[in-house]
């Protein structure tokens, strides 16, 4: 999941309003900054620092991996909390008890 699938997403990220939080962030200011700053730069100069440009790129990618990995891992949270409660709400009774021995 890259930054267009965590935009299509937004509305789900409202459980997570830091993430949503970070990824508006970076996509309102320090995206925007980095390519302002890099375009500033002279043509002749940018060749040379087109590295330092994709490093930069490079960290805001990571921060959104970063953001995926932590929306993801709280929805199998919940999901795991879900199969509990769920397999409770089904038991039957009679087995509960059996089983909590």
């Known amino acids: 999941m890259g930054l267009d699938e965590i935009i299509q997403r937004w509305e789900a990220l409202r459980r997570a309003p830091e993430q949503q939080d970070a990824v508006a962030m970076t996509i309102r200011r320090h995206l925007p900054r980095t390519l302002e700053l890099f375009l500033e730069l002279p043509n002749t100069a940018k060749p040379r620092?087109?590295?330092?440009?994709?490093?930069?790129?490079?960290?805001?990618?990571?921060?959104?991996?970063?953001?995926r990995d932590d929306v993801v891992s709280?929805?199998?949270q919940t999901l795991?909390?879900?199969r509990l409660l769920l397999e409770e709400a089904l038991a039957?009774?009679?087995?509960?008890?059996?089983?909590?021995l």
């Open 74 to 76: 709280k929805d199998l």
């Open 49 to 67: 620092h087109a590295e330092e440009f994709k490093g930069q790129i490079s960290l805001m990618a990571e921060a959104v991996a970063k953001t």
């Open 92 to 100: 039957d009774p009679d087995e509960r008890l059996f089983r909590d």
């Open 80 to 82: 795991r909390r879900n």
